[in-house]
């Protein structure tokens, strides 16, 4: 057993980002009405439930390891990583004497025995209300001054830091990161007093939270912490949880349509739902941080930094066309940048608002050849179960809409057809089998290997292709599961060429397993494609490369730890439609060339190698003028960009940067409501029926021309690629 100290949370980590704000891992403080956390002890449903589950992973879970020591050491690493990812509360100490008992979880959880992992959490919530009235104390000390003239740094990425050596080596971290954050809140508008104030408050909150952490907190930290061990999409559900949910389900109660996890002290965004508020809002993006929640359109903004997850969603889900303002740390922000204000109405996300659409759009090659090009936007695999089931004639599905929408588009008479799956996270595997089948002739589409090691090659195109012309599929990071599974079938059969950056890389199949207390989601099957190759971790790789705007170390499988691998099986038997390998060196070529020159691509390319530069930074300045200076340059490399950017577009060159903040755009793209310019990828973010626009979407419009190419090729009659009988 550990010593007994009187306390123990999740933390925090710092986020350092080209934003150089420090991710508020700060502790947070206390105010003067005593803390009184109840005591940490579990009960016998938590060590039956424990033991229930380390039997059902064994023996159920596609990966089959050995639950020993080396696992009990993992599990140790992993607890630690999860409760204190940056190392901040703890002392070495502390772990020199949780390292004392890393052997020994394997048998403690076999037998149910919760007592040391408990322990370790307690110790954590001390630590973490130590540290709160350290640095309030501090803060509501007006005799000690922040020196802001000083040339100290902050290292913020400590993912290699090592633990505090002990308390006066922590003090010393912690006086730097109080400091750091009250340079930001100055630069960004507040005084001093304003920036004391709002840090007390903020760890008053927090610590508040970590005080009434109860026995439930601490299983559900140590038994998620065991099952990530296996993969991150097994996890518990607790009754609890699984009770809220239903309550939540059967109250009017709306959202914004966005899938959010917690992230150190963030609630970060992980997807948007396509159709969704947020997603047709256009602002918020995929590894945007919420740091506060405000209700309606003045209410005040609640700090949400270090708040639980089901906390900070109840505060964002409310009736049905009110409004929910968003405080958003982004993702990619310019150095020393604010955060900005989303406000979204909330709503339900339509069944028929996620439905295919099309539009047809018309480009020219070099000898200026016209081409008709149709594209086909697929938000998400929808099928609506309950009409299908009540046998309802016209079920909506994403097959039967985009057969329609093909019949169409054939009437049309277009010459090729680009498929856009960008940020469309999956859905229903049978509409993805079926969306195959109106592509391909009969064949199987997708392996599914089972926890057996038996390969089920059941889900298959059974009937004749009703598209036989050329196709690109658009694919980038977001898009994922059922995606990937048609984008690797159309090119595993050489059936058309996927053009953007490589997916998601979700290639595992979960079932929920009933307990005793609570539900087990466990993964038991992986998806594989007919090439053999699995769809997991790697996702699909594109034939041609196309820019990325979403870091993929922030979003995707790979980010995971623990995640299953990539690997591969035998081939299933399949036809070969087109010899691709043979067109793309000559499409890469005109594809390399017109990107070289085009305004937009350019300045994508360029911006993105200026966000890496500003955020793989390990250390920040505490020097407010160093800080300004680098603000200020950045903004002014910015500017230049985009100038760059319009003039070459004919557009009229902004003047200051606070012009692109301030004014929108007059190419048509969305001013934020913080003031900030709208993403230029924003229009091809968007999903709904009039959003499809090559003008205003550089990728859908290159992944046109990439279709011109493909189409020209077929028709050399030199060129051997196109297959007879297809």
Request: aromatic share 8%.
């Amino acid at each position: 057993m550990l010593k007994k100290m009187p306390l123990s949370h999740h933390a925090a980590q710092l986020l350092g980002a080209l934003v150089f704000t420090l991710s508020a891992s700060l502790a947070q403080a206390l105010n003067s009405e005593p803390l009184d956390p109840e005591p940490l002890q579990s009960t016998e449903e938590q060590r039956e439930t424990t033991a229930e589950i380390v039997e059902s992973l064994h023996k159920h879970h596609y990966r089959d390891q050995d639950i020993n020591d080396e696992l009990s050491r993992k599990f140790l690493d992993n607890y630690l990583k999860t409760l204190d990812p940056g190392k901040s509360y703890l002392l070495q100490s502390d772990v020199d004497e949780f390292n004392k008992h890393a052997l020994k979880f394997d048998d403690d959880f076999q037998k149910g025995q919760l007592d040391v992992a408990f322990d370790i959490y307690a110790r954590y919530r001390t630590r973490f209300i130590e540290r709160a009235q350290s640095v309030i104390a501090e803060l509501e000390d007006e005799e000690k001054t922040f020196d802001f003239a000083v040339d100290e740094t902050l290292l913020v990425d400590r993912d290699e830091a090592s633990w505090a050596a002990d308390k006066a080596a922590a003090e010393k971290m912690w006086r730097k990161r109080v400091k750091a954050d009250v340079l930001n809140l100055k630069l960004a508008g507040k005084s001093i007093e304003e920036a004391r104030e709002l840090l007390a408050k903020r760890y008053q909150n927090q610590a508040r939270r970590m005080s009434q952490q109860t026995g439930d907190d601490a299983f559900n930290a140590v038994i998620n912490a065991f099952t990530m061990l296996y993969d991150p999409h097994t996890n518990y559900l607790s009754p609890r949880t699984l009770e809220n949910f239903n309550i939540n389900m059967s109250l009017s109660l709306e959202g914004i349509g966005a899938m959010l996890q917690s992230e150190d002290e963030y609630t970060k965004v992980v997807r948007l739902v396509p159709a969704g508020p947020a997603d047709k809002q256009g602002q918020l993006k995929p590894a945007d941080r919420i740091v506060g929640v405000g209700q309606g359109k003045e209410g005040d903004i609640v700090d949400v930094i270090g708040w639980r997850l089901d906390e900070v969603v109840d505060l964002i889900r409310g009736k049905k066309d009110s409004t929910v303002r968003l405080e958003v740390l982004p993702a990619k922000a310019a150095a020393g940048s604010t955060t900005h204000i989303v406000s979204i109405k909330r709503d339900t996300v339509k069944l028929e608002e996620q439905a295919a659409q099309k539009a047809v759009f018309e480009l020219s090659d070099e000898q200026n050849n016209s081409y008709k090009l149709g594209v086909i936007d697929i938000p998400t695999f929808y099928m609506d179960f309950e009409a299908y089931r009540k046998r309802d004639p016209n079920y909506k599905s994403t097959t039967r809409d985009v057969f329609k929408l093909l019949g169409e588009l054939a009437a049309e008479k277009v010459d090729g057809i680009v498929v856009d799956l960008r940020n469309n996270g999956g859905g229903s595997l049978h509409e993805a089998t079926s969306l195959t089948d109106l592509f391909i002739d009969q064949g199987p589409v997708v392996q599914i290997r089972q926890t057996n090691q038996r390969i089920s090659r059941n889900y298959r195109s059974h009937s004749k292709a009703v598209y036989r012309g050329p196709i690109v599929v658009l694919v980038n990071r977001l898009s994922a599961s059922a995606s990937e599974i048609f984008a690797g079938a159309i090119q595993d059969y050489g059936r058309g060429i996927i053009v953007g950056s490589q997916s998601f890389g979700k290639g595992t199949v979960q079932s929920l397993q009933p307990l005793q207390h609570g539900q087990l989601k466990i993964t038991e099957s992986k998806f594989y494609r007919v090439s053999g190759d699995s769809t997991q971790h790697r996702g699909v790789l594109p034939d041609i490369d196309l820019p990325e705007m979403i870091d993929p170390e922030d979003v995707g499988e790979s980010i995971y730890d623990y995640a299953l691998p990539w690997d591969q099986i035998h081939e299933a038997k399949h036809a070969h439609y087109y010899d691709i390998a043979a067109l793309l060196p000559q499409i890469e070529q005109r594809h390399s060339k017109r990107i070289s020159t085009d305004p937009d691509f350019i300045f994508l390319a360029e911006e993105q190698a200026l966000v890496n530069a500003n955020s793989n930074r390990d250390y920040i300045s505490l020097n407010e003028k160093t800080r300004l200076a680098e603000k200020e340059d950045l903004e002014n490399q910015l500017l230049n960009l985009e100038n760059t950017r319009r003039k070459a577009k004919g557009l009229e060159p902004y003047e200051t940067y606070a012009d692109i903040s301030g004014e929108g755009n007059d190419e048509g793209e969305g001013e934020s409501e913080s003031g900030g310019e709208a993403d230029p990828e924003a229009q091809a973010m968007d999903t709904g029926p009039e959003k499809i626009d090559p003008s205003k979407d550089p990728f859908l419009t290159e992944a046109g021309y990439i279709l011109v190419d493909f189409i020209r090729g077929l028709d050399q009659e030199e060129n051997t690629a196109k297959v007879a009988n297809f």
